[in-house]
């Protein structure tokens, strides 16, 4: 595609950082905008009317992840290929956005310096995921093209600050549906109200909340009550506490990795 133009369609949430995007994009003569989307109903159905030769795509969406958009557009427009721009550095989240077929995975505070590199290593047919996400000390360009990437496996702790209580919960979903679509369990600490939007999100999208909770794959915990762990002469503690390193024992003993949100 050196020579030919590339139809492209930036999928983002927020219209500011669309027009970054696209303007970035568009400094390669052969680099067409074609379409944009807010939203990830609207980014599949933008994407199966247009049919667009790649797409810049980003992870947290209203209605629909970024990830589900890949997963339906790649099975109904096959030649379509998709290179993720997400701010998420999760293990989980990069390699379940992988899994769907995308060939690539760039982080947004590298958009700078990887954008318009991941965007052409994808249109040769080569994955490019950014080189902060690659924990073997490498750069991106020290890999063999033949190299599946993998991002970086370690224990790890992120603070995120919401714009609402529904980003919250859009991410928390996320966040559990990635983790325990690459096989590990996962231990939720909230209230009991999110604890409930959790569940109903989470078997909307076809999990079987019971079962994993008895497999000891979804772990949720009252955020009150794990509070009182960190009051070291509140006599709940010893209690409580027990009660969130058993749970944690307990997974351990039959998974290597564990995601606590």
């Known amino acids: 595609m050196e020579n030919s133009i590339v139809r492209i369609l930036v999928v983002d949430d927020f219209e500011p950082w669309r027009r970054v995007v696209c303007s970035s994009l568009e400094e390669r003569p052969n680099f067409q905008i074609v379409g944009e989307a807010g939203d990830g109903l609207e980014a599949v159905?933008?994407?199966?009317?247009?049919?667009?030769?790649?797409?810049?795509?980003?992870?947290?969406?209203?209605?629909?992840?970024?990830?589900?958009?890949?997963?339906r557009v790649l099975q109904s427009v096959p030649g379509t290929r998709v290179v993720f721009m997400s701010q998420e550095r999760s293990s989980a989240i990069v390699e379940e956005a992988l899994r769907t077929g995308a060939g690539g995975y760039v982080v947004k505070t590298d958009a700078a310096r990887d954008l318009l590199q991941a965007v052409e290593a994808v249109l040769q047919g080569n994955q490019f995921v950014s080189a902060t996400l690659i924990g073997d000390g490498r750069t991106q360009s020290e890999h063999k093209s033949s190299e599946t990437f993998r991002p970086q496996k370690a224990e790890h702790h992120k603070v995120e600050f919401y714009p609402d209580d529904a980003a919250f919960v859009d991410d928390f979903v996320l966040f559990i549906e990635s983790a325990l679509k690459i096989g590990n369990p996962v231990?939720?600490?909230?209230?009991?109200?999110?604890?409930?939007?959790?569940?109903?999100?989470?078997?909307?999208?076809?999990?079987?909340?019971?079962?994993?909770?008895?497999?000891?794959?979804?772990?949720?915990?009252?955020?009150?009550?794990?509070?009182?762990t960190f009051v070291v002469d509140d006599s709940r503690s010893n209690e409580v506490g027990h009660s969130i390193k058993q749970a944690l024992a307990d997974v351990v003993e039959t998974y290597p990795h564990v995601a606590v949100g």
Request: aromatic content about 4%.
């Open 187 to 228: 231990v939720v600490i909230a209230t009991e109200s999110h604890r409930a939007r959790f569940m109903e999100r989470l078997e909307a999208g076809g999990l079987d909340v019971a079962v994993a909770v008895e497999q000891k794959r979804y772990i949720p915990l009252d955020i009150a009550a794990s509070l009182a």
């Open 45 to 71: 159905w933008t994407a199966e009317d247009l049919i667009p030769d790649l797409i810049v795509l980003d992870i947290g969406l209203p209605n629909l992840s970024g990830i589900e958009v890949a997963r």
